[in-house]
Each structure stands twice: as C-alpha cells, then as structure tokens.
C-alpha cells in the first residue's frame, strides 16, 4: 500500500470508529433517558435518541460495507501486481 492509501484507509477508519462510538454512547443515552427523566419527558427524549442512534447505524453499515469493498479491492490490487 502506498503512503496516499494508508492515509485513506487512516481516516476511513477514524470515520468509522467515531460513528460507531457515537452511535453507542447515543443508545446508551437513550436508555438512560428512558429511566431517568420524569415522566413528561422520558419517552420523548428517549424514543429522539434511539431514533437519531438507529439512522446513524444505518449510516454506519453502508459507510462501513463501502469502505469494506474498497480495502477488498486495494488488496486485491496489491496481490495482482505485487
């Protein structure tokens, strides 16, 4: 791999694992929610995270099977012409 591509792949990776991180600590926030705001409010606040932590798992599985595709294809590349 040559230097270009290894700070491609570097900040796929940084991506991936704060989006990954972020989407943890969203369902973690929204469990939290859910048993420690008053009544009013813990649905609401916690059905918006699980929502918003849902669509960023989703976000992060394409993200994470393209990028997935594209190391399979630098690999790949290297195998053939090295």
Known sequence: ???ATKQE???KFIKLTVLLDVVVLLAAFSALAFFL???ELNLLVSGLLAFVAIALAAYF???YQR???WLRAQSKE???TG
Do not use: Q
């Open 78 to 80: 290297k195998r053939e």
């Open 61 to 63: 599985w394409r993200s």
């Open 37 to 39: 705001l008053g009544p």
């Open 67 to 69: 990028d997935k595709a």
């Open 9 to 11: 792949f570097k900040l």
């Open 1 to 3: 791999m040559d230097e």
